[in-house]
């Protein structure tokens, strides 16, 4: 029962992170961190990114102009970049590193320790991952907000909007957390049941097949 239970976790760890790795990839390069929409135009939407400003218009698509400096952005967007690109890295480093510690995986099948260590260290960096990921989302959504309730711009100036990257980003940011938070419990988990009982990595290894068996689609 034990061994399923951290089984399951460890596949929905695995999971979540993967997704959460994913949204946060596709928000770091999509120009959709901002929207704004001209009255006197409706026929053009603005959006703006990390890397480039674009212009959506319904008869000539969508033309993008790179920012020129990376000096001469402002400062949430400079931070931004650096944190959402050590989201990805470490995101995937976490992967990467938590991977060999499944239960299912043949990997050191007689050393469990050396497995749970591998799933703690993947959750804490899936756990950097997505804190890095919320951060810039975070703040880029906290100053649009703030300028567009800035009493000092006058209102026929237009306002930037929430994009549909801030969005992904935060849901990025929770999968990522909550992926490594289900990968570092299937480690307490396993440092528990082992403790009350030795480690036997034939039965583990019957378990594996028999759940992959019969759930083809969670298969490694």
Known sequence: MALAIRTYMQFGGTLLSFTGWILSCVTTYVPLWKNLNLDLNELENWTMGLWQTCVVQEEGGMQCKDFDSFLALSPELR???????????????GLVISSPGLECVKFAAGNQELKNRLLLLGGIMLWTSGLSALAPVSWV?????QEFWDESIPDIVPRWEFGEALFMGWFGGFFLILGGTLLASSYCFSSTDSASSPYKPTKQHDYCLSVNSKHPDLTI
Not at 81 to 91: A, C, E, K, Y
Not at 141 to 145: F, I, L, R, S
Request: glycine share 10%; hydrophobic share 50%.
């Open 79 to 93: 931070v931004s970049r650096i944190l959402m690109f050590l989201s990805n890295g470490s995101g995937m480093l």
């Open 141 to 145: 959504a906290y100053d649009t907000v």
